[in-house]
């Protein structure tokens, strides 16, 4: 049997550290979007990224592996999602076996109204918090984690940022 090699007090206090962020975090950001849109944090992500599709559309099993979501979970999200206006479904046009999915213009209403308030709340509890200098730090320290926990960059949280021009373009401010 091999000996574990058992965290040490520094290691253990970030560890406790960071998990409770990882708790806190998405219940801080639920209860804003909640409030300001009735929409789940998941809702507003899949929202998010078929705000960013070409066309607002995505397959069903891209949607799936953008949001690290099984399709069940998926499937039920988008029904939802469907019923309130926000996302139609519809068969592939190049495989039929295949369905997509498309933010509809009262789905994108509702993403860019709900942006403001999400990105503020994400700078207050993040970036508002570690301040400017410790920036670069949260990014190399989150891209070395990412890459133990998502090698194949599914999420696409490894790809690098959009240019400075189209992080100016409206749908670029809604995904964080």
């Known amino acids: 049997m091999t000996e574990v090699p058992w965290l040490d007090n520094e290691e ?11 708790q806190l975090l998405p219940g801080a950001l639920e209860s804003e979007l909640q409030a300001d ?3 789940t944090h998941y ?14 559309t995505l397959r069903m099993t891209a949607l799936s592996d953008a949001t690290n979501a099984t399709l069940p979970r ?9 019923e309130r206006g926000f996302v139609e479904r519809f068969p592939c046009v190049d495989d039929r076996r295949a369905t997509n999915a498309r933010l509809t213009d009262a789905g994108w209403e509702v993403v860019v109204a709900a942006a403001p308030g999400h990105v503020e709340t994400v700078r207050k509890h993040v970036f508002d918090a570690i301040g400017p200098d410790l920036v670069d730090s949260l990014d190399d320290i989150s891209t070395r984690i990412l890459r133990t926990l998502d090698p194949q960059d599914r999420l696409h949280a490894l790809t690098p940022p959009a240019s400075a021009a189209e992080a100016a373009a409206p749908s670029t401010d809604i995904a964080p």
Not at 12 to 22: E, G, P, S, T, Y
Not at 43 to 56: D, G, I, M, V, W
Request: hydrophobic share 55%; proline share 3%; glycine share 2%.
């Open 43 to 56: 809702e507003y992500f899949t929202l998010a990224k078929l705000s960013e599709a070409p066309e607002r």
């Open 37 to 39: 849109a009735g929409l």
């Open 74 to 82: 998926l499937s039920h999200v988008v029904r939802r999602l469907e």
């Open 12 to 22: 253990m206090r970030a560890w406790l550290r960071f998990i409770a962020v990882v």
